[in-house]
């Protein structure tokens, strides 16, 4: 038996509960609690989610949070978590945690800027640092900060280079001390073309190997499947990444391409693929997070989530509600005295909370405003969750998923 299988004979962590045609219920047991699936894993980048404290994390509530290997590593806080034995101490965290494994990083640092392109498709790159406040999109398109090698990757950071590998990657992980965490990969772009995206593939293939050698913890290790928009690397990488001996499987997205959006490649990414990943472990759809994209997933037998939409919307005042979504910061709601949300019994909206008090606590730019805002779209997002696992159980998730949809179609 290889070094791998050895490392692949992990305990029994999910389980299936319900099924109705590919979607599925189920437990993901961690030794933080037990993770419900289909389940929503929110971004809380360096530990916590952002703008809240340890308090307000506690209260919020969140079922599964995901937090960022590189950006934890470059700013300095690996040291200080490690010595607090991991992020759950550190932070005094009692729900189950994920940890990225730097991969993304490749995309959004490296061909996310030198061809414009996003999680949506072509945009402005995003910016580094406050000396690229101001400067032209033409200007800082270009500016690839990564140097992608065989045996790892050189990010710039300023004047310096940072190497990141699958084996520190797996290190970091480990002192990071999510339950679950992730195989170093190399997302490719939807601009490069197939030569290269096959190489990229091939490179993640090659680090998945190292991540599982170079692992030495009991947490749970999901390995994820490249291919970008192309059908049969898609396949390939499927078939391959589910040979080995991972937990579960993550499933990078597309970000958007010239033959549609980044949603409807993704969905047809997964068509692809869904087919050759053992049905008996657990499929993570990285970056997926709009209502309607969340129904499309869970139908195709995903299982969790991650996105920043409902926390980073939640700080610049979007809201999310069985009606749809709305933008508090407008002036029609200076004077509106009704309830933020009608009926909804989080900490915001049951302590009483008007739409006219967060207008100006927004428009004040107060602190207390984003605050709010996360707490509500937290506790929205766990509630559909369980609707949707609900409508699973019950047997009713096609009518389910048409009625919430159509009402939202039709409020939009």
Not at 24 to 29: C, E, K, L, S, V
Not at 107 to 134: C, H, I, Q, W, Y
Not at 154 to 178: C, K, P
Not at 332 to 343: I, M, N, Q, R, T
Request: charged share 25%; hydrophobic share 40%.
């Amino acid at each position: 038996m290889s070094k791998l299988q050895v490392k692949g004979l992990n305990r029994m962590f999910f389980k299936i509960k319900n099924k109705l045609g590919k979607a599925r219920t189920g437990i993901i047991n961690t030794a933080h609690g037990d993770i419900l699936t289909p389940g929503f894993a929110f971004v809380a980048t360096h530990g916590m989610i952002k703008s809240l404290d340890k308090k307000e994390h506690s209260l919020a509530s969140p079922e599964l949070t995901i937090s960022n290997t590189f950006h934890l590593f470059v700013t300095g806080k690996v040291k200080e978590i490690k010595k607090a034995s991991g992020l759950h101490k550190k932070f005094g965290l009692k729900n189950p945690i994920m940890t990225d494994s730097g991969g993304f990083q490749v995309f959004s640092m490296g061909a996310a800027r030198e061809f414009g392109v996003g999680k949506v498709g072509r945009t402005a790159p995003t910016l580094r640092n406050d000396s690229e406040v101001g400067v032209p999109t033409a200007e800082r398109v270009g500016k690839n900060l990564v140097r992608v090698t065989d045996s790892g990757v050189y990010f710039r950071e300023g004047n310096e280079e940072v190497y990141l590998d699958a084996e520190l990657s797996m290190r970091i992980q480990e002192q990071l001390g999510a339950d679950i965490i992730f195989a170093f990969d190399e997302p490719s772009s939807p601009l490069h073309d197939y030569a290269y995206t096959k190489t990229a593939m091939e490179r993640t293939h090659a680090w998945a190997k190292r991540s599982l050698e170079a692992k030495e913890s009991a947490q749970q290790i999901f390995g994820i499947v490249q291919g970008g928009l192309f059908e049969d690397l898609r396949k390939e990488s499927a078939k391959i990444i589910a040979s080995l001996p991972f937990d579960g499987f993550g499933i990078g997205g597309a970000f958007g391409s010239s033959f549609g959006s980044k949603e409807e490649d993704t969905f047809r990414a997964l068509s692809w693929i869904t087919p050759f990943l053992p049905k008996e472990k657990p499929r993570h759809l990285l970056g997926i997070g709009k209502i309607a994209d969340i129904f499309q997933a869970v139908e195709m037998g995903m299982d969790t989530f991650d996105c920043v939409v409902p926390t980073r919307e939640a700080r610049h005042g979007s809201l999310w509600t069985a009606n749809g979504r709305f933008d508090i910061t407008k002036g029609k709601y200076a004077e509106d005295e009704s309830a933020l949300v009608e009926g909804c019994s989080c900490l915001a909206c049951g302590g009483g909370l008007t739409k006219k008090a967060l207008y100006e606590l927004f428009k004040s730019k107060n602190p207390e405003a984003g605050r709010l805002a996360t707490i509500h779209n937290v506790y929205f997002f766990n509630g559909l969750m369980e609707e949707i696992r609900s409508s699973i159980r019950e047997r009713r998730f096609a009518a389910f998923k048409k009625e919430y949809l159509s009402a939202l179609n039709n409020r939009a």
